[in-house]
Each structure stands twice: as C-alpha cells, then as structure tokens.
Nanobody, 126 residues
Framework: QVQLVESGGGLVQAGGSLRLSCAAS?????????GGWFRQAPGKEREFVAA????????YYGDSVKGRFTISTDNAKNTMSLQMNSLKPEDTAVYYC??????????????????WGQGTQVTVSS
C-alpha cells in the first residue's frame, strides 16, 4: 500500500509562486511508473495538471498550466514536486498528487490512477 501526503499549499497573490510537494510512504516513487498532479475547484470536476514518467522522465501538462508549472521528482527524498509560477486566480483549487504502478496512456483521466493524496488547498487572490 502506498500513502501520499501533499504539502506546500497556501494563499498567494496573482503572479506569485508556490511549490507543492508529495511525499510517499510504503513504497518508493522510483518503484512506481508514473506520478501526477490533479486539481479540483468547487463545483468542478477533477482536472489533470501534470504527470511524469519515472523511467525516462517524460513530462506532460494540461493546457491551462503549460509554461507556468513544472513537475519534478527527487528520488533521494522520495518526493514529487509541482513548481507553480505566474499563478492566476483560476488556479485556485485543491491540488492532489497521484501515483500509478502502470504506464498510463490516458493519464489525464483521474479514474485510471491508483494512489491519491488527501489534497492541499491553493488559493490565488486577485
């Protein structure tokens, strides 16, 4: 069993930056195949933000965050991070990290991911 715990959320002004981290226990991130970040705003569906393949390091981003957010991993610390720059009010949401032992083709679909964190709130004020 894998437990994921997010940290780093908070309140930031538009144009600012935040860095989210996701720590794994029960299994190392490097033993999994993919990691990802999703977000969910009130009244909206869970939205794909970013994903990374541990083998090779290929990264993928949602259109709304491309060029502003960066996903990365730190095998030594067994963590995955999401650096968020140039934040906008529409980025306000609960952010969730996710992981999968499988190579996901449909990674933008939240239902295919196996493990989830509890979420961390990000609020961007205008």
């Amino acid at each position: 069993q894998v437990q994921l715990v997010e940290s780093g959320g908070g309140l930031v002004q538009a144009g600012g930056s935040l860095r989210l981290s996701c720590a794994a226990s029960g299994r190392t991130f490097s033993s999994l195949t993919m990691g990802g970040w999703f977000r969910q705003a009130p009244g909206k569906e869970r939205e794909f933000v970013a994903a990374i393949r541990w083998s090779g390091g290929s990264t993928y981003y949602g259109d709304s965050v491309k060029g502003r957010f960066t996903i990365s991993t730190d095998n030594a610390k067994n963590t995955m991070s999401l650096q968020m720059n140039s934040l906008k009010p529409e980025d306000t949401a609960v952010y969730y990290c996710a992981a999968s032992p499988y190579s996901l083709g449909d990674y933008i679909n939240p239902t295919v991911w196996t493990y989830w964190g509890q979420g961390t709130q990000v609020t961007v004020s205008s």
